[in-house]
């Protein structure tokens, strides 16, 4: 075991209807069952919310999962395109304390591989503390696509998913050591940065 740390994940789907009950939620169950085939260490845990698209709500939150839950990790499923209920870009923004755009150029670019208007999509990535905070796409589907990436058919990576570079950075803000399944998501470290029991 790299690390005994436990990694507390937030997860937060944003969603009026679902969040309604009008339809069932489909992105924190995609999340959960993504992570379980992803991470082979340490043990984690996930925080679950389901919110409607209002600002206020999105920014308390986010600010509840990091300053009082003690996420490592917050990600946010919907509210990302150009519609008028769309404000999940911004509550992340707002409660930020520095934006990392190579995150959302990142799933932009994955996603552009599939339909052409992935380009409508403001995905942000922030820090705020020591949690590192992402917006994800709403549909498990696309979940899935920005955070593994796209591969050939021998399993190597033609365009890399987002979570390739989300343990290094959880570590340098201080955060568990994570590992991962490589057959699912490769996590990639400087040499220098990798433990001696974990994986080169």
Known sequence: ??????????????????????????????????????????????????????????????????????CHLVLTTGGTGPAPRDVTPEATLAVADRELPGFGEQMRQVSLKFVPTAILSRQVAVIRRQALIINLPGQPKAIKETLEGLKD????????????????????IGGPYIETHDTVCKAFRPKSAVRKNGKQ
């Open 1 to 70: 075991m790299a690390d005994s740390a436990e990694l507390v994940i937030g997860l937060v789907s944003i969603s009026d209807r679902a969040s309604q009950g009008v339809y069932r939620d489909e992105g924190i169950p995609a999340l959960e069952d993504w992570f379980r085939q992803a991470i082979s260490d340490p043990p984690w845990r996930t925080v679950t919310r389901l919110i409607p698209d209002e600002r206020p709500v999105i920014e308390a939150t986010l600010k509840e999962l990091v300053d009082t839950a003690g």
């Open 153 to 172: 058919d021998t399993g190597k990576p033609v365009v890399h998913g987002i979570f390739a570079a989300v343990p290094y950075c959880i570590d340098l």
